[in-house]
């Protein structure tokens, strides 16, 4: 199986603040890498798919880059809305595979 | 608009089985997989498998292939989810999802079904 890594595991910041959250597969996945945010008792919410392309309805400040086993997602100015957690997925290899999360907390 | 909604709470014996229900609405049940995942307390989400709605075509994760059987009711637009020999490592929230097929992410999502298997 692919073995998804994210970091930082948690994270503190502050409202207008510029984060990055990485993750890293164990193999070359190409660009089959998907993002979710969930919030404290709810389902996720797809974010980014593909690497890079936002779904529907999410905001811009929102991006996604990289390529093979390295990617990140990069918040380019936190907003309240964005305290959670966030999860990466690769879409690359059955059985599909998930990171352990990186919790964005109030700062 | 698009929704799936999952059937309530259950709490279930070591050894019994436990069956969920995801009802789709708002689009058309047979143009998209339904995928079932779980998230136990402590650990990461786990993809547990698919369902095909138009063939009922199914593919499972190994570690748990022997225990889960998915299934749908076409005419419903409800898809299931049972998981049979119940451990105690199988408390978690349950969650249905959708994708297109060759498209392998999940959006939307069922709100969860928490299962606790106690004795």
């Known amino acids: 199986d692919i073995q998804m890594t994210q970091s930082p595991s948690s994270l503190s910041a502050s409202i207008g603040d510029r984060v990055t959250i990485a993750c890293r597969a164990s193999?070359?996945?190409?660009?089959?890498l998907n993002w979710y945010r969930q919030r404290p008792g709810k389902a996720p919410e797809l974010l980014i798919y593909?690497?890079?392309t936002l779904q529907s309805g999410v905001p811009s400040r929102l991006s996604g880059s990289g390529s093979g086993t390295h990617f990140t997602l990069t918040i380019s100015s936190l907003q309240p809305g964005d305290f959670a957690t966030y999860l990466c997925?690769?879409?690359?290899?059955?059985?599909?595979?998930f990171g352990q999360g990186t919790k964005v907390e109030i700062k | 608009q698009v929704q799936l909604v999952q059937s309530e709470a259950e709490v279930k014996k070591p050894g019994a089985s436990v069956k969920v229900s995801c009802k789709a609405s708002?689009?058309?049940?047979?143009?998209?997989?339904i995928h079932w995942l779980r998230q136990a307390p402590g650990h990461r989400l786990q993809w547990m498998g698919r369902?095909?709605?138009?063939?009922?075509?199914?593919s499972y994760e190994h570690e748990i292939q022997d225990r889960v059987t998915m299934t749908r009711d076409t005419a419903i637009t409800t898809a299931y989810m049972e998981l049979r020999s119940l451990k105690s490592d199988d408390t978690a929230v349950y969650f249905c999802?959708?994708?297109?097929?060759?498209?392998?992410?999940?959006?939307?999502w069922g709100q969860g079904t928490l299962v606790t298997v106690s004795s």
């Open positions: 999802a959708r994708s297109n097929e060759g498209e392998d992410w999940f959006d939307p």
């Open positions: 708002g689009y058309t049940f047979t143009a998209y997989y």
């Open positions: 369902i095909n709605p138009t063939t009922g075509g199914t």
């Open positions: 193999q070359n996945i190409s660009g089959y």
């Open positions: 593909l690497t890079s």
């Open positions: 997925q690769q879409s690359y290899g059955v059985p599909w595979t």
